[in-house]
């Protein structure tokens, strides 16, 4: 270990003359001109530089701002669509089950004649009913 610091301390030792010997051959109103950039470098970037407080006063609402908007978003992607629901009048069901009912077509067409008699049959039930009900008031 102590053979790699001296290594680094003889790299250190050699990048210092180096460095050294080419400022030497700089004439010094090059010098005073690049260190007068530079100050006035080092100066312009700390007149720009903000506090910490004023610059999250800057980002607290764009972020409430970019929330928000992600909030609407996943709403509107999360509810789907609107379907509305069909209610069919419970007459029409009824309606669909006698139609769907092979028996019950059997007792119309009695016997696959056609006659219609299973309506007269009904027609005439509905009649004894209602005629009987007028005798009795």
């Known amino acids: 270990m102590s053979a790699q610091g001296e290594q680094l301390t003889d790299f250190e030792r050699r990048a210092r003359v180096a460095l050294e010997e080419s400022v030497t051959r700089i004439d010094g109103r090059v010098r005073s001109r690049l260190n007068q950039a530079r100050q ?11 506090p910490l407080f004023s610059r999250l006063f800057t980002l607290v609402p764009t972020a409430s701002a970019a929330a928000a ?3 609407v978003a996943i709403f509107l992607v999360h509810r789907g669509p609107q379907t509305e629901v069909v209610r069919t009048p419970p007459a029409a069901v009824e309606d669909l089950d006698l139609l769907a009912d092979s028996d019950g077509l059997d007792l119309v067409e009695e016997g696959g004649d056609g006659s219609g008699s299973f309506y007269e049959w009904a027609a005439d039930q509905t009649q004894t009913e209602a005629g009987g009900s007028e005798t009795d008031t």
Request: aromatic letters at 0%; a neutral charge.
């Open 40 to 50: 006035a470098a080092v100066e312009a970037a700390e007149s720009h530089r903000r």
């Open 69 to 71: 908007a992600l909030l």
